[in-house]
T-cell receptor, first 115, second 114 residues
Framework: AQKVTQAQTEISVVEKEDVTLDCVYETRDTTYYLFWYKQPPSGELVFLIRRNSFDEQNEISGRYSWNFQKSTSSFNFTITASQVVDSAVYFC????????????FGTGTSLTVIP | DAGVIQSPRHEVTEMGQEVTLRCKPISGHNSLFWYRQTMMRGLELLIY????????DSGMPEDRFSAKMPNASFSTLKIQPSEPRDSAVYFC????????????FGQGTRLTVV
């Protein structure tokens, strides 16, 4: 069973639109960590954010914001006023303390921002 | 810090040849991961090490693949013999186990087996 599900395979938006990327995870651990990574067309994987299971505060960083809801096992990522440079594949990941730091990645959401 | 360093960046080899991919993790990190990325399968975890010890190699496709971490600053992923279906981008990543920090990825090695 997939531990991290990113149901949106591809999303296209017009520049300046807001877009939300969904991430649903599955774990029995009480202590775990959630992450988002960005993979631009150049191919590298860039870390964006890390959240632990005890901190449900939403976070905002510039145009990026993250909504963590344990009740629905979701960790969604919103880009406000999207820009062409946001075009990339975005991965959500889960790390469980009881599995010794193994990272489980979702299948990624490919975002295209159209100018 | 230079980040995770992988070499080579690109490798083209003929089917049947041995291929060795190299990784230098971030200094001080004690978890190291090898991932493979293809269009069909996405990001697959092949193997990971904690404190140089392999913890889970269930993602290694078959006996043709092997990985070693002889010390804290170096790891190799070897494919012998290579096959066209091994063509992919191979990523190495490292993290600090104690704090369950994020994994930092290298630039990847694009392997093409012809």
């Amino acid at each position: 069973a997939q531990k991290v599900t990113q149901a949106q395979t591809e999303i296209s938006v017009v520049e300046k639109e807001d877009v939300t990327l969904d991430c649903v995870y599955e774990t029995r651990d009480t202590t775990y960590y959630l992450f988002w990574y960005k993979q631009p067309p150049s191919g590298e994987l860039v870390f964006l954010i890390r959240r632990n299971s005890f901190d449900e505060q939403n976070e905002i960083s510039g145009r990026y914001s993250w909504n963590f809801q344990k009740s629905t096992s979701s960790f969604n990522f919103t880009i406000t006023a999207s820009q062409v440079v946001d075009s990339a594949v975005y991965f959500c990941a889960l790390s469980e303390v009881n599995t010794g730091n193994q990272f489980y990645f979702g299948t990624g959401t490919s975002l295209t921002v159209i100018p | 810090d230079a980040g995770v360093i992988q070499s080579p960046r690109h490798e083209v080899t003929e089917m049947g040849q041995e291929v060795t991919l190299r990784c230098k993790p971030i200094s001080g990190h004690n978890s190291l991961f090898w991932y493979r990325q293809t269009m069909m399968r996405g990001l697959e975890l092949l193997i990971y090490f904690n404190n140089n010890v392999p913890i889970d190699d269930s993602g290694m496709p078959e006996d043709r693949f092997s990985a070693k971490m002889p010390n804290a600053s170096f790891s190799t992923l070897k494919i012998q013999p290579s096959e066209p279906r091994d063509s992919a981008v191979y990523f190495c990543a490292s993290s600090l186990l104690a704090d369950y920090t994020e994994a930092f990825f290298g630039q990847g090695t694009r392997l093409t087996v012809v």
